[in-house]
């Protein structure tokens, strides 16, 4: 039934044997070679000088002022909540349609999320549905943001590159600042894409990377925090490393740090990736436009970047008529071996988040029937 596509996919892999992956990571011998080095150094774990010179060259890269390595992209979204004084009783804004670690980071701080729908053309948090969503139930209180049916106050809003193209960013900070909502940007799968030059994740005052395996670059398990304030990095770095105070031997601890460090062994590696960035950026591009020639004559449409960006092409994504018609297509292509992917299912149809709040999220539900990920590694 779809045989002209499931054919134009496997030629965009002529590489692939067996099943095509739908993101594999690609390493090559200096990846071998800085992982070996840094064995053979026995500085594998919290201290290193890979540590430092990858958060150096993160920032150096993304042209934010300072970088922070953690351990994984969760554990970065966890601490940024944390920086931002996000606790018991808090409500955080994020949107439903997003991979569940932006959720239970939230939840890990004793907080509740917001549901809130995305925008049709970016898959990120709707700055329109946000602004509708805090008229309608919130009000100004002690210059603060306070959702008036429970009381609790809106102390933060998280809103998702989602597949690596840039959401509305700057009208969703202008919303929050207003109100006194701090932003922190998920930009997990967005490492090198860019609104207006800028690249993702360096908009609000806290961002966040992961280097998990399927993202753009890897280094196993790994993630970061992008800051414009060094006071604030110089605290995420505090808190992220067990709040240890600065002493040649005394072990003292001036608040409940978290063992949040990416270990050098990690960070040796991230930054042999990192210098694999934009050659990745690049075969993507290339991976996108063959895409777009595949869907020119349909039969679905190839999700495009919003105008004014460079996303990073991370997964390529198409839209199907229903979840029917999706279904039988990912039965076809698991047929053929090729991994497609249905996008994420709601935060909201999942048991923990079933009853927390949430506004209307028709886009979210269709993008959630409709979309399909396919094959989009940077090595094909
Ligand atoms: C990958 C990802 C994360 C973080 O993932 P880790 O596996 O913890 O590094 C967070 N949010 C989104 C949207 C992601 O895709």
Redesign the pocket.
């Known amino acids: 039934m779809f045989e002209r596509v499931l054919e134009g996919i496997r030629d965009l892999f002529p590489g692939s044997a067996g099943t095509i992956p739908l993101h594999a990571p690609w390493f090559d011998t200096a990846d071998e070679e800085a992982v070996m080095a840094c064995v053979r150094s026995s500085f594998v774990s919290s201290v290193g000088e890979g540590i430092l010179a990858f958060e150096q060259e993160l920032a150096e890269y993304t042209g934010a002022g300072r970088a922070v390595a953690v351990v994984?992209?969760?554990?970065?979204?966890h601490a940024a909540l944390v920086l931002n004084g996000v606790g018991p009783g808090d409500l955080v804004i994020t949107q439903a349609f997003?991979?569940i670690?932006?959720c239970n980071a939230i939840t890990y701080t004793g907080a509740r999320p917001v549901f809130i729908d995305v925008d049709p053309d970016t898959f990120g948090l709707s700055p329109r549905a946000l602004e509708r969503w805090l008229e309608r139930e919130c009000r100004q209180e002690g210059g603060g943001c306070v959702h008036v049916r429970t009381g609790a106050r809106v102390r933060a809003c998280i809103p998702?590159h989602?597949f690596g193209h840039v959401a509305h960013i700057e009208e969703i900070i202008t919303r929050c600042r207003d109100r006194g909502i701090a932003v922190i940007e998920?930009a997990?799968?967005a490492l090198g894409s860019t609104r207006g030059g800028r690249h993702a994740g360096t908009f609000a005052p806290i961002g966040?990377l992961?280097?998990?395996g399927?993202?753009i670059v890897t280094c196993g398990?790994?993630?970061a925090l992008l800051f414009e304030d060094p006071e604030l990095a110089d605290r995420a770095k505090h808190l992220t490393t067990q709040a240890k105070v600065p002493h040649p031997w005394a072990f003292q601890h001036d608040l409940i740090g978290f063992n949040h460090r990416m270990p050098n062994l990690n960070a040796s590696l991230a930054r042999s990736q990192l210098r694999k960035l934009p050659h990745n950026l690049a075969v993507k591009r290339a991976l996108h436009d063959r895409y777009r020639e595949l869907f020119a004559d349909g039969p679905f449409r190839l999700v495009e970047a919003p105008p004014g960006t460079s996303p990073n092409h991370w997964l390529n994504a198409v839209l199907v008529r229903d979840r029917q018609e999706r279904d039988t297509f990912l039965q076809a292509c698991l047929e053929a071996g090729i991994q497609a992917r249905p996008a994420w299912e709601l935060a909201t149809d999942q048991p923990m988040y079933r009853d927390d709040l949430k506004d209307d999220l028709a886009v979210s539900r269709e993008l959630q029937d409709r979309c399909v990920n396919l094959p989009s590694s940077a090595h094909p």
């Open positions: 994984n992209g969760t554990a970065a979204l997003t991979f670690a932006t998702m989602t998920d997990a799968e966040t992961s280097f998990n399927n993202k398990g790994g993630g």
